[in-house]
């Protein structure tokens, strides 16, 4: 089976712009969660979709936002960028998403913002 | 609330020696719990889970964690270090309630060096 995929893998972005990053979980994987992780902050929890649906959120601003397609395909957008959002964007697939069901992680998106 | 403490951002050993990673939960229910590894530049790779089954849990690579319900621990081991294990390792708890979603608590993190 496939693993997780992030697209794309680098990105230099300068302040006030956005971007889209994308993510394609493992084929039969229903949830898919993004995750930021900085050198200061570590893994920081961004939000979290299943079946198209977002099901929970973290703590991060409006700028931050995210989708799920019918093929369980998910993108996360961050508008207006600013520097402290230069970081490691990273997406996990899982089943069910519940519980005892581990994610499975991209290798994810690093993002500069200059 | 949920809460994951890994104790030591930094842990070094020598080729060969005991590999020991700290890691506390804090869980008002009965959790699952994670550890997993993080080379340069990838993504999270999932050494083991501990799911209520057995308190000694094997995972990949020679890595073993066990589940202390009354220390609220579960730390990571490996009896010989190698140069390859060199990489950062992160701890992580979800609890498992119907229709909550997955939201992992991770910990900070516990970098480990491997002298040759």
């Known amino acids: 089976k496939a693993g997780v995929t992030q697209t794309p893998r680098y990105l230099i972005k300068t302040r006030g712009q956005q971007v889209t990053l994308s993510c394609s979980p493992i084929?039969?994987?229903?949830?898919v969660s993004w995750y930021q992780q900085t050198p200061g902050q570590g893994l920081q929890f961004l939000f979290e979709?299943?079946?198209?649906?977002?099901?929970n959120k973290g703590n991060f601003p409006g700028r931050f936002s995210g989708r799920q397609f019918s093929n369980s395909r998910s993108e996360m957008n961050v508008s207006t960028l600013e520097l402290g959002d230069s970081a490691l964007y990273l997406c996990?697939?899982?089943?069910?998403?519940?519980?005892?069901?581990?994610?499975?992680f991209g290798p994810g998106t690093r993002l500069t913002v200059t | 609330a949920q809460s994951v403490t890994q104790l030591g951002s930094h842990v070094s050993v020598s080729e060969g020696a005991l590999v020991l990673l700290r890691c506390n939960y804090s869980?008002?229910?009965?959790?699952?719990l994670f550890w997993y590894v993080q080379y340069p530049n990838q993504g999270l790779q999932l050494l083991l889970k501990?799911?209520?089954?057995?308190?000694l849990v094997k995972g990949i690579n020679g890595f073993e964690a066990e589940f202390k319900k009354s220390e609220t621990s579960f730390h990571l081991t490996k009896p010989s270090a190698h140069m390859s294990d060199a990489a950062e390792y992160f701890c992580?708890?979800?609890?498992?309630?119907?229709?909550?979603?997955?939201?992992?608590?991770f910990g900070t993190g516990t970098s480990l060096t491997v002298i040759p």
């Open positions: 996990a697939s899982s089943l069910l998403g519940q519980g005892a069901y581990e994610q499975y």
């Open positions: 084929s039969g994987h229903r949830s």
């Open positions: 979709y299943f079946s198209e649906t977002q099901r």
């Open positions: 869980s008002s229910v009965p959790p699952y």
């Open positions: 501990y799911t209520s089954a057995a308190t």
């Open positions: 992580a708890v979800s609890v498992g309630f119907v229709n909550t979603g997955n939201q992992f608590y």
